[in-house]
């Protein structure tokens, strides 16, 4: 095993993971503030990518712009999607809640696929692609882009919920939505806030790693699954542990792949999953609390 | 109890005869996959519904099922009769095996092992391309015969189907209404409390796991005999999800709600083939209006829309 | 007053129908494509083509004053669906023959039922071991994989580069590339060096790649649809790999250059006609074929026809001539199909026997490279 090797497995695992923690902030935003795990998390992810392909070719937008108006058009997706689908809920039970996300899955896929058509689709990269040489190993600039991008979306995440008001209000649901509507916190707002946060996420997500894997309808149903993923390991923190567990997932796959078996590579990285969690069933960074009865 | 079984006979015969209305045309074989999905979001119901765990990877001990059927008749030469319950048992065993550690976990932690699970076991089918064929799929499976009758046509194999199918539904009336249905209730409104009135909530949880797996697996080999063909896709995590959604839509806690949901399921992409590539949006839209509209699944929904209709103003209110 | 309106309504139909019982009833034709789902790629020129085809033969008056009347039906890329389908297309639609469908697997699930209805069925896949060994009711239009892989071997044999890497994406199509892949290299004194899989729906495969640098391969062989290959290729450049890189047929059409840029230059792959037909000589039989689905295809739908789309022109117009030699129904198609010689169809010349029912030769394919973001023909 040459040390080369090993790095280009690494740096390629971290690149990939780096997507999967953003796609899983999004989920545990969404999951602190509401409860809900939101199957169409996925969604927005693809609909980032599409959106900029849109804005590129069709309004002729440059890059620049054509990223911020995607992201925009994503939130407000979001936006309708909580207002529409689950705000209506009469029965909001967790399991009620995770259906109507699998339907508005579907129903969001089924737009795209006749918005866009079935075909893959590709986007330029940000900045080039003339590989760059670390040690033995080759990135894209993309690849800086993408860590980079996750660098700066934590850290405003890390300040949003720490030092602002709504940031403050939105973590006091996550802890106790009755108390917090007690003390004058608009819960529902923060309810449609948290879904306008992740969907843009999400949508981030999607266009920066389109560049590299291109876009599709579908594209969401995987990168969704590993987002997912990634926020569980994290124990579903918006924060730093979720980023650690979406490049931990990255690592082990790229690992798998390279070391043991490329069939194997999911397998292997959902098996690693599975003893971590028999070994700690509060999470990989959750302290064992203790249940109400 | 009585009233209970008045209700399944009424529900058997109803079964037994609705093929008179068909005569055998395409749409046996729809009723066919009803059956079989039918048995599936039962057994998913009794770990959801009655005991409240989740499982995002019921569709693997369905494959496990139906691919364990396949590879003893046909590599082997096992007639589908010893195929089908050597099956059922080694999947039970593993389904034990694992519940032990898997039940442990809670919420979306839960969720999340048992989708692992469920993609582990379909890359295990892709992969060992010896034994199931990988990717292309295991075909030559033998139907099942049974004295001088080979069940290969629709009409025979809907009998065979609703046959287990209806043993299926009996004897998960019976359970829910027995001790063990009462503990699995207590289990699910909570845990801490069940232990304490003396439910070993632990081994009642892997245990139900387990019987919920062997349902599945039986219904796999059902499906592998009837298909004659199996492959990997048909067992992926979209299907794991479909299955929770017959479970919810039908209605939680409730048998018959899951043959309403595995109905409605299963024959909706038939009458919505005629909106062509509109059909998959409808279908999302349809999933969450039902929600919206019939919380409490198809099961509660129902009557509660017949009680609305014909009675303005009385059932109106609550819902 | 009214009810003359009503009598003149009723004539009016009564005429009409009658109308309709004097011309000959058409002949009705089953299609199973996956439109949707992960094949869709597949699914949708095919459909797409059988549609344009089936209708301007209706145009033209139909066969000998007999119309045809397609039935189509979406299978997702479900076996299980496919099954239930071409069910009701047999039980309620009564079709005398059954084009599709699209996936190996799915063309696999469907065959039982076909065999036992007694249906002719053609179906639109690769894999070889559709018609091998024979089965009574099924022909095929797609080149088998054991052609590509043959043309693939032949170059590398002839250029003496015998150990090569292959990565092949984990569906039906890949495993069946796989298994030829494997099968055929003793055949043309080739070594696998390396034996690497990817997921259909991956993002990133430098790991799979950077053990391939590490080993001995004088040559890269990948097998997957889009967009995998583009990733791979993209991957290769990035790598700063060297090894000349061979895809599939599953990618010879513009999208994967389109999609893969810069990255798909040099990329060699064996490929249908259809990519070529322009730089073919004109004494090629099939040429004439493949200009008119081109351009009717591009009228039709406004993007380039592909030779997907190819596999259904030929399964249409191979009905077509079963039609016109007298067959209109189930076994007399099946005996006609039989009989056809020397078709020169979208993916090849197709001659058909009663011991060979995919009918095509080494010939159906050509070897392309990527040239200026174009096709050339590597002679």
């Given at each position: ?11 390629s695992g971290?690149s ?7 796609i ?11 409860g809900?795990?939101?199957?169409a ?16 070719d069709?309004?002729?937008l440059?890059?620049?712009?054509a ?7 994503s939130?407000v ?15 909001p039970?967790?399991?009620?809640l ?16 006749l918005i866009?058509g079935?075909?893959t ?6 900045s080039?692609?003339?590989p760059i ?6 990135i ?32 006091a649901c996550?802890?106790n939505?009755?108390a ?8 529902r707002r923060?309810v ?9 996420l999400?949508a981030?997500?999607?266009i920066?790693v ?7 309808y579908?594209?969401?149903?995987m990168l ?10 994290g124990g ?6 979720t980023?650690?567990g979406?490049?931990?997932?990255g690592v ?5 792949a390279g ?8 397998a ?8 971590i969690?028999?070994?700690r069933?509060?999470g990989l ?7 109400r009865? | ?14 079964v ?6 068909f005569?055998?045309g ?13 048995m599936?979001?039962?057994a998913l ?6 005991a ?7 569709a ?8 364990l059927?396949?590879i003893?008749t ?6 589908p ?6 099956a ?8 034990g095996l694992?519940g032990f550690?898997i ?9 999340m092992a048992t989708?692992?699970l469920?993609i582990i076991i379909y ?6 391309i010896?034994?199931?064929?990988g990717?292309?799929?295991l ?13 290969d ?6 009998y ?6 209806l043993?299926?539904v009996?004897?998960?009336i ?6 063990v249905g009462?503990a ?5 409104d ?5 232990r304490?009135?003396?439910v070993?909530?632990?081994i009642?949880?892997v245990?139900i796991?387990?019987?919920?797996a ?12 009837t ?8 067992f992926?995590?979209?299907f794991?999800?479909?299955?929770l959604?017959?479970?919810v ?9 899951s043959?309403?949901g595995?109905a409605?399921l ?14 998959i ?9 039902m ?12 009557p509660a829309?017949f ?13 | 007053?009214n009810?003359?309106?009503?009598s003149?309504?009723f004539?009016?139909a009564?005429?009409l ?24 790629f ?6 797409n ?15 000998k ?7 189509s039906y ?9 099954v239930?389908?071409a ?24 065959i039982?039922?076909a065999e036992?209805?007694?249906?002719p069925?053609?179906?639109?896949s ?5 018609t ?6 099924i022909?095929?239009?797609?080149q ?10 032949e170059y ?16 039906g199509?890949?495993?069946s ?28 495969m430098t790991?799979?790649?950077?053990k ?11 097998w ?5 290959p ?16 061979f895809m ?5 059409s ?5 999609l ?25 039989p099939?040429?004439k074929?493949?200009l008119a689905f ?7 739908y ?11 022109w ?7 001539a079963?039609v ?18 020397g ?9 058909y026997?009663a011991?060979?029912h995919?009918g ?20």
């Open positions: 095993m040459q040390f080369d090797q090993l790095l280009q497995y690494t740096l971290l990939t993971g780096a997507i999967y923690a953003l899983g902030i999004g989920f545990s935003i969404i999951y602190n503030a509401t809900i795990i939101n199957f998390q996925g969604e927005f992810v693809m609909l980032g990518g599409l959106l900029t392909l849109s804005c590129l069709l309004l002729k440059p890059l620049w712009a990223i911020p108006c995607a992201v925009a058009v939130t997706a979001g936006l309708l999607f909580e207002r529409l689908a689950i705000r209506p809920l009469r029965q039970t967790p399991i009620n995770v259906i109507i996300t699998i339907g508005g899955s579907i129903l969001i896929r089924g737009l795209a696929m866009w079935k075909d689709h590709s986007i330029p990269p940000f080039g692609d003339e040489a670390i040690g033995g190993a080759t894209l600039p993309q690849h800086l882009w993408i860590l980079a991008i996750t660098l700066v979306i934590i850290a405003i995440n890390k300040i949003y919920f720490y030092h602002t008001i709504s940031g403050k209000a939105m973590r996550a802890y939505r009755r917090a509507g007690l003390v004058g916190i608009d819960v923060m449609l806030f948290s879904f306008m946060i992740s969907s843009a999400g981030v997500a999607g920066i389109a560049p590299l894997t291109m876009t599709a579908d594209v969401g149903v969704g699954l590993k987002g997912f993923c990634a926020a569980i390991i579903m923190s918006s924060g730093i542990a980023v650690v979406g490049l931990l997932l082990l796959e790229s690992l798998g070391l043991i078996s490329s069939g194997y590579k999911d292997i990285a959902f098996i690693i999953l599975l003893l969690l028999f070994i069933p509060q960074f959750g302290k064992a609390d203790s249940e009865v | 109890m009585k009233r209970e079984l008045l209700k399944f006979a009424a529900f058997a015969v109803f037994l005869l609705l093929p008179l209305l005569q055998g395409y749409l046996m074989n729809v009723l066919v996959f009803v059956g079989i999905n039918t599936l979001a039962i119901n009794l770990l959801l519904g009655y409240g765990q989740i499982s995002l990877g019921h693997g001990f369905f494959g496990l099922g139906a691919y059927s396949g003893l046909v590599s082997y030469g096992w007639n009769w010893q195929a089908m319950p050597v059922a048992l080694a999947v039970g065993c593993l389904a694992i550690p039940l442990k976990l809670k919420g979306h932690y839960l969720a989708l692992g469920g890359i295990v089918f892709n992969e060992t010896d034994l199931t064929g990717p292309s799929g075909s030559g499976i033998p139907n099942i015969a049974l004295g001088g009758v080979t069940f046509t629709d009409v025979k194999n809907y065979l189907i609703w046959g287990f199918t043993a299926v009996l004897f998960s019976n359970l829910a209404n027995s001790r009462r699995l209730r207590a289990v699910h909570s845990e801490v409390a069940a304490v009135v003396g070993n909530a632990r009642l949880k245990q796991f387990t019987l919920s062997v349902i599945s697996s039986l219904a796999g080999s059902l499906y592998a005999h298909m004659t063909f199996v492959s990997p896709a048909s992926g995590f979209n794991s999800i479909e299955l959604t017959m479970v839509i039908g209605g939680l806690g409730s048998v018959y709600g043959f309403l595995a409605l299963t024959l909706l992409p038939e009458f919505l083939r005629a909106a062509h590539d509109y059909d949006i409808i279908y999302g839209g349809l999933l969450m209006l929600v919206m509209f019939m919380p409490g699944g198809l099961v509660r929904g129902i829309l009680r609305k209709l014909f009675k303005p103003g009385g059932g109106a209110g609550h819902a | 007053m009810c003359r309106v009503i003149f309504l004539a009016a009564a005429l129908l009658s109308a309709d019982v004097f011309a000959a009833a058409p002949i009705k034709i089953g299609a199973l494509f996956a439109v949707t789902g992960p094949a869709a597949l699914g949708e020129p095919e459909r083509t059988a549609k344009m085809v089936v209708d301007e033969i209706n145009r033209a008056g139909g066969i004053g007999r119309k045809l009347e397609l039935v979406d299978t997702a890329g479900d076996a299980t669906k496919a239930q389908l069910t009701k297309l047999i039980k309620d639609d009564k079709v005398v023959a059954i084009i599709g469908p699209s996936t190996t697997g799915e063309t696999m699930a469907v039982p039922v036992k209805e007694q249906v069925l053609i179906s639109c690769a894999g070889s071991k559709i091998d060994p024979l089965k009574k009711w022909f095929k239009t797609a088998n994989d054991s052609l590509a892989v043959g043309r693939i071997y590398l044999q002839k250029n003496r580069q015998t150990n090569v890497a292959i990565l092949t994406v984990s569906d199509f890949g495993a590339g796989r298994e030829q892949l494997k099968a055929q290299s003793a055949k043309f004194g080739i070594k696998i060096v390396s034996d690497d899989t990817y997921g259909p729906k991956d993002t990133d790991a799979q790649l950077t391939i640098r590490g080993s001995q391969a004088q040559a890269i062989i990948c997957g649809t889009n967009p995998g583009a990733v791979i290729a993209k991957n290769v450049r990035q790598l700063g790999i060297k090894t000349p890189l599939s047929h599953g990618v010879s513009k999208k994967f250059i389109e893969a840029g810069e990255a798909a230059e040099g990329v060699k792959l064996p490929s249908g006609k259809v990519v070529v037909a322009d730089l073919l000589p004109g004494s090629d099939q040429k074929s493949l081109i351009k009717d295809y591009q009228n039709h406004k993007t380039e026809g592909d030779h997907f789309g190819g596999h259904a030929d399964a249409v117009m191979l009905i077509k079963a016109e030699k007298g067959a209109d129904s189930s076994s007399a198609m099946r005996d006609n199909l039989e009989k056809i010689r078709f020169a169809g979208i993916g090849g010349t197709f001659s026997s011991k060979d995919a095509l030769g080494k010939d159906a394919f050509v070897l392309v490279e990527v040239r200026n973001k174009d096709w050339v023909i590597v002679k």
